[in-house]
Structure formats: structure tokens, C-alpha cells
T-cell receptor, first 112, second 113 residues
Framework: EDQVTQSPEALRLQEGESSSLNCSYT??????LFWYRQDPGKGPEFLFT???AGEEKEKERLKATLTKKESFLHITAPKPEDSATYLC?????????????FGKGTKLSVKP | EPEVTQTPSHQVTQMGQEVILRCVPI?????FYWYRQILGQKVEFLVS????????KSEIFDDQFSVERPDGSNFTLKIRSTKLEDSAMYFC???????????FGPGTRLLVL
């Protein structure tokens, strides 16, 4: 069964304390992996798309990487405004018209 | 910057009533999706729509649900006879092509009493 597992479930950081969020996946052939940010009561906001192992994307304090089994979202020197839930989602090969399979997310809190 | 919009932002309904949730996808996108998120749970796929027909649907998307693109801009999700367990946040998303980035709307919070 296709599965996306994110860890940790929750992460508390001090402002400036860098860390990484993990997304491991078991799907029958990965077509794409997506990272989103979700604020409470809002829709997922797109961050990155990764298509192949070894690929990396960066945006401000965030950097996403992809291997054959997992993806990491690295947060460098986070600020309180980075507090949100970070969602990982995949699209698999075979019959899928692009529907996303989501993980449960990592809730990040950054304290000043 | 173009964005997906959804109306209403909140809807309260009685069990057994019909509801229609509305979405305006990004104008040049070809694939449209509905997802739902029950409070505290993961985002779940409901249905994808392309070329005026359903491309794929999940087990959740049973006969009580239907989707429609009634004109060139709107994309709707209808729940014929709502149940308590339909209470959730419903998100519309669109993408230029399949497997490309999906952009989500702000959601409609549906509460079934």
C-alpha cells in the first residue's frame, strides 16, 4: 500500500536553531514529491516539487532534498514566522492522474 | 499572482441536506481536484477532473458526491445528502497538467449538524 510517513509529528525550535524534517515514502514508482506549508485553517501553500533522486530545491531558509526512499526539508536559522505544519505529498506511477498522497505533516513551532 | 478561490468559506448544514461547494481554479489550468481534511487528520484525495470528466476518484467519493464544471470558470462539488462524517475542510486544487504542482484554494469548512 502506498504510504507517506512524516517525522517528527511536532518540532519545537528556538529562533535560529536549524533542523530537518523527514518524509519517507513507499509508493509503486515515484513520479513527483511535493512539499507544502499549511497554516491553521488555511489551504496548503506550495513550497517545492522534486522529481528525481539527488534533486535539491531552495527557497529562502528552506531547502528540500530527495533520495530514493525519503525527502528532507532543511530549515536554516528559522524565524517565528516559519511556524506552520509542513506537509509532504507524492504522486505515484500507474493509473494515477496526479492525485496527491499526503503524509500527516510535521507541526513546527519556532519560539523567539 | 493567480490563485484558486473557493466559496463559501464556511457552511453549516443539517444532516441529509444537499450542499454545493464552489471553486474557481487558476484560469489556464487543465486539471482540477477536490480534497478533504477532517480535523486533525491528513489531507485526502477525493476526485480529479480533466476534459470535462472524472479522471480518478477515491473510495471516499461515493454516489453521494458529484462534480461539475458548469461553465468555463467554476468547478463544483455537490454532496447530495450530507452525513455527520462529511464535516471537514474541503479543498479545491488545480494544476496546469497532471503530476505538475497543484495549487490549493483556501478551503470551505463544512459542518454537518
Amino acid at each position: 500500500e502506498d504510504q507517506v510517513t512524516q517525522s517528527p509529528e511536532a518540532l519545537r525550535l528556538q529562533e535560529g536553531e536549524s533542523s530537518s524534517l523527514n518524509c519517507s515514502y513507499t509508493v509503486s514508482g515515484l513520479r513527483g514529491l511535493f512539499w507544502y506549508r499549511q497554516d491553521p485553517g488555511k489551504g496548503p501553500e506550495f513550497l517545492f516539487t522534486l522529481y528525481s533522486a539527488g534533486e535539491e530545491k531552495e527557497k529562502e531558509r528552506l531547502k528540500a532534498t530527495l533520495t530514493k526512499k525519503e525527502s528532507f526539508l532543511h530549515i536554516t536559522a528559522p524565524k517565528p514566522e516559519d511556524s506552520a505544519t509542513y506537509l509532504c505529498a507524492v504522486v505515484r506511477h500507474g493509473g494515477s492522474q496526479g492525485n496527491l498522497i499526503f503524509g500527516k505533516g510535521t507541526k513546527l513551532s519556532v519560539k523567539p | 499572482e493567480p490563485e484558486v478561490t473557493q466559496t463559501p468559506s464556511h457552511q453549516v448544514t443539517q444532516m441529509g441536506q444537499e450542499v454545493i461547494l464552489r471553486c474557481v481554479p487558476i484560469s489556464n489550468h487543465l486539471y482540477f481536484y477536490w480534497y478533504r481534511q477532517i480535523l486533525g487528520q491528513k489531507v485526502e484525495f477525493l476526485v480529479s477532473f480533466y476534459n470535462n470528466e472524472i479522471s480518478e476518484k477515491s473510495e471516499i467519493f461515493d454516489d453521494q458526491f458529484s462534480v461539475e464544471r458548469p461553465d468555463g470558470s467554476n468547478f463544483t462539488l455537490k454532496i447530495r445528502s450530507t452525513k455527520l462524517e462529511d464535516s471537514a475542510m474541503y479543498f479545491c486544487a488545480s494544476s496546469p497538467w497532471q503530476v505538475e504542482t497543484q495549487y490549493f484554494g483556501p478551503g470551505t469548512r463544512l459542518l454537518v449538524l
